[in-house]
């Protein structure tokens, strides 16, 4: 079992920044390769990036490509989601997952444990 609780969301203006964390708990950190997620009014969930289990391999969503970082620090078992450069479309609940496989998936069902989400929402 894998614990995940997500903080850092608010509100920004566009062109601003915001960082996400995620803590986990419950098992060995290293161990699970780590994304985000996130799901718009309206819309369906949506991969952003997910990061391998040393944080050697990171992988992007064409649409965040360029303007978040995503970074894990396995000593601290939390993962990162740096986001710059804002836009009003990158409003959303954001989520962030584990996945007990080593594949560094963009697949939402390839995951198995998700936390509850912290609200990013861009003014324009």
């Known amino acids: 079992q894998v614990q995940l609780v997500e903080s850092g969301g608010g509100l920004v203006q566009a062109g601003g920044s915001l960082r996400l964390s995620c803590a986990a708990s419950?098992?060995?950190?290293?161990?699970?390769?780590m994304g985000w997620f996130r799901q718009a009014p309206g819309k369906e969930r949506e991969f952003v990036a997910a990061?391998?289990?040393?944080?050697?391999?990171?992988v992007y969503a064409d649409s965040v490509k360029g303007r978040f970082t995503i970074s894990r620090d396995n000593a601290k078992s939390t993962v990162y989601l740096q986001m710059n450069t804002l836009k009003p479309e990158d409003t959303a609940v954001y989520y962030c997952?584990?996945?007990?496989?080593?594949?560094?998936?963009?697949?939402?069902?390839?995951?198995?444990?998700w936390g509850q989400g912290t609200q990013v929402t861009v003014s324009s």
């Open positions: 997952a584990a996945r007990t496989g080593s594949y560094v998936s963009g697949v939402e069902l390839q995951y198995d444990y």
């Open positions: 419950g098992r060995t950190f290293s161990t699970v390769v």
């Open positions: 990061i391998s289990r040393s944080g050697g391999s990171t």
